[in-house]
């Protein structure tokens, strides 16, 4: 049995940090180790005592004087949009019936689905990012698609077709029986394969008919381990529009709680206007509000209110995520740069460690998969990402005044995106070789 010993600089948390020198947060190893061995982390600590516990055929890799952390978790994602990014000028509605919805009636076509995913997960692992919850087309041969390719890659992902069968062109919609037939036979044959996940995916209430959001609903209590993804409360015109629909419903969210859609494996990608009954609501069922900042910023959304939302008496679960391609990167460092500003905006800061602990084990405890991702911890699987702070001219300058591991994360939040990223280990095998001429297949 071949393992692998990792050294360099080892940073995981331990629970979310509440300043810039809450030590008692994370487990930092100037000169650490990390040992793999069929895809898990098996030891992990000071380098010596890591060292002494590999056998003599370990294959040594030295990343010093580079970072190692987990890899990081994008809790929300459109593989299907990777064409769509960059469209310009939209507000949510419009930017979907002008530029999504064309795009996605693409991957009915299942060869169309396979090259797009491949294309994806390649770009996601090149920014550092090992997990990812995904939404796919209405297809389930999209579904099928990202599956066989995040499979083929033994990454621990995330994925739903989409359901939706209104309010969009034909060619992306589905039926309330034929959304949860499929939704069914991917569960039978995906879920708890290797490490692939299944969602139900309602896309919104405006895609779905009551009857569909019912079937959601159905899906949601026959498999209560699965988790349900969709969006809430993402612009005005689009929370009037969903109140024109749903005429009898309190506000946007009592439509999801009267189907049964809330819970603590709910995901709800935006929830930037929420009333405080809906926060209050989100937070007694446990549901996780997905922060998605390039996209609220791209299409002028509004500014979700982090630390109001984790700081209220009954506070939110949430998760952050890049909403490619409303959002503008697949860096995580990226979106949490520009999650640095919206909250800024609202007049606080976020704390470089509470950021990076948020990317790892913050947003694998918001998708209840931080006994297998999101930090170092001996036992969990080796999803791991070798960050270089100084990766350019401008980021090797500024780290010749950089004196602590709080400054220098902050200058990889600020300055990094992909080039930062020297490594990325995904379930213990490198990937940087893997994906050479990945295109030409
Ligand atoms: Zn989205």
Same mark, same amino acid.
């Given at each position: ?5 990792? $050294?360099? $600089?080892?940073?995981? &948390? ?14 930092y190893e100037e000169d650490g180790g990390l040992l793999l061995r069929d895809g898990k982390i098996i030891a992990a600590g000071a ?31 459109? &593989? ?223 500014? &979700? ?137």
């Amino acid at each position: 049995m071949t393992s692998t010993l990792l $050294r360099g $600089r080892t940073l995981t &948390f331990l629970r979310s940090p509440d300043s810039t020198d809450d030590h008692g947060a994370f487990r930092y190893e100037e000169d650490g180790g990390l040992l793999l061995r069929d895809g898990k982390i098996i030891a992990a600590g000071a380098y010596a005592e890591v060292a002494s516990q590999a056998g003599e055929g370990a294959e040594k890799i030295d990343h010093r004087p580079h970072l190692l952390l987990p890899g990081f978790i994008d809790a929300h994602a459109h &593989f299907p949009q990777m064409q769509v990014i960059a469209s310009y000028g939209a507000e949510l509605l419009d930017w979907l019936s002008k530029y999504t919805f064309p795009e996605e009636t693409k991957f009915r076509n299942a060869q169309h689905g396979r090259r797009v995913a491949r294309l994806f997960l390649d770009e996601l692992v090149r920014h550092g990012t090992t997990t990812v919850a995904a939404y796919c087309s209405v297809h389930k041969q999209s579904a099928e698609a990202f599956f066989e390719e995040s499979h083929a890659r033994n990454m621990l992902n995330i994925a739903g077709k989409v359901m939706m069968d209104r309010n969009a062109p034909e060619g992306v919609l589905d039926t309330p029986q034929s959304g949860y037939d499929d939704t069914k036979a991917l569960i039978a044959e995906w879920h708890g394969k290797g490490r692939q996940r299944c969602a139900i995916t309602p896309r919104f209430a405006i895609t779905s008919s009551p009857e569909q959001l019912e079937m959601a609903g159905v899906l949601c209590r026959e498999h209560p381990d699965l988790h349900m993804q969709t969006h809430l409360s993402e612009n005005h015109a689009e929370i009037a529009f969903t109140q024109e629909l749903y005429p009898w419903s309190k506000d946007y969210t009592d439509i999801y709680e009267h189907y049964g859609l809330l819970g603590s494996k709910s995901l709800f990608g935006h929830c930037i206007h929420l009333s405080e009954r809906e926060a209050d609501a989100l937070s007694d069922s446990g549901s996780v509000a997905v922060f998605c900042p390039t996209s609220n910023l791209f299409l002028g959304s509004g500014l &979700f209110d982090y630390q109001r939302y984790r700081q209220r008496e009954k506070s939110l679960r949430i998760a952050t995520a890049t909403d490619v391609g409303g959002g503008t990167n697949y860096s995580m460092l990226r979106t949490m740069d520009e999650g640095y500003k919206v909250i800024a905006l609202n007049g606080e800061k976020l704390n470089p460690l509470a950021s990076f602990w948020q990317m790892t084990r913050g947003n694998a405890e918001a998708l209840s998969i931080a006994n297998m991702a999101g930090t170092l911890d001996a036992g969990t699987d080796a999803d791991i990402v070798v960050l270089d702070s100084r990766a350019t001219p401008g980021m090797r300058l500024r780290m010749e005044t950089v004196e602590t591991l709080t400054e220098e994360l902050f200058l990889l939040q600020t300055l990094g995106d992909d080039r930062a990223v020297r490594e990325v280990y995904v379930a213990g095998k490198p990937t940087k070789s893997m994906m050479v001429g990945s295109e030409n297949e």
